[in-house]
């Protein structure tokens, strides 16, 4: 459901994109075997796809009820005790601490925050909204509402609302515009000494995509060219940066973009943070 061209997203919208969607789940029930012995017992349940957690936590609610409450619907809590991990994708400086509470309280006890860099000026060139201060505020907040649902927690307190400990993932992206390897070594050790540490990290590379604005600005310039061999060759493959592509801001005006790092660097910067990462102690895993 998309509002109309002109026109602000209304309260309406919201409720009628949320029975949308419960009444997606419901018409699965109709397809699915509904008696107790044949129902799927869920592991996880995901709301990402965006920002869904600007959405009311009653829209939140009532997805989530239609998902496990229904007597007739083709899912169940698991009986082994276990409970359901929920996550929720969430982007830093777009909430408060009483929306996570409200999301604590509604059952949800995994977030993924969308940090991407914790450099500011890389962030602001790719159109983020949020800075360095905004993630930083945004896991003191996390901690300090579900800090106690945390398995190993140092308060010395466990939650009873929760089976399935606190959780909290990071979304960081490489081959952004303006990124060197130091920087992005420096990204990898900032996310390391983040009090609590993270639990997960998704780390992406950048894809430079034909019909998007970084497509229009860089075009394939992140492509190898014909030179690679001999930089290769040379031992300098890792040390090239193509020349930063201009745009055109006004009349007679252009503006220099950031450098856009080559594919060798970005090879480097996976293989880089997989070694750096499983020294600190996490699994690699590729989805």
Excluded at 8 to 20: A, I, K, T, V
Excluded at 66 to 84: K, L, S, T, V
Excluded at 247 to 269: N, R
Aim: hydrophobic share 30%.
């Amino acid at each position: 459901i998309i509002a109309e061209e002109g026109k602000r997203w209304l309260p309406q919208d919201g409720r009628r994109l949320s029975q949308c969607i419960i009444d997606g789940i419901g018409s699965h029930t109709t397809t699915s075997s509904s008696t107790e012995g044949d129902k799927i017992p869920l592991r996880s349940i995901y709301f990402g796809g965006g920002t869904p957690s600007l959405a009311p936590t009653s829209t939140l609610r009532s997805i989530l009820s239609a998902i496990i409450d229904r007597d007739d619907g083709p899912f169940c809590i698991p009986e082994d005790g276990h409970g359901i991990e929920i996550t929720i994708e969430m982007d830093p400086g777009t909430f408060t601490e009483d929306k996570l509470r409200e999301l604590r309280n509604a059952g949800f006890n995994r977030i993924c925050l969308g940090v991407q860099s914790f450099d500011d000026a890389i962030l602001e060139s790719i159109s983020r909204v949020h800075r360095r201060k905004d993630v930083l505020e945004s896991i003191a907040m996390i901690d300090r509402v579900f800090g106690d649902d945390r398995l190993g927690n140092d308060r010395g307190k466990t939650s009873t609302i929760h089976a399935v400990p606190f959780t909290y993932s990071l979304d960081l992206i490489s081959g952004l515009p303006g990124l060197s390897l130091a920087k992005w070594a420096e990204t990898l050790e900032t996310a390391m000494h983040l009090n609590p540490r993270p639990d997960h990290l998704s780390l992406y590379d950048l894809q430079v995509e034909e019909g998007t604005v970084f497509g229009k600005w860089y075009g394939s310039n992140r492509d190898d060219d014909e030179d690679d061999d001999e930089e290769e060759r040379n031992g300098n493959a890792l040390a090239k940066i193509r020349s930063p592509p201009t745009i055109s801001i006004e009349a007679g005006k252009t503006k220099e973009l950031p450098f856009l790092p080559s594919a060798d660097v970005c090879a480097y910067m996976y293989r880089y943070a997989s070694g750096y990462l499983r020294a600190k102690g996490y699994e690699h895993y590729e989805i």
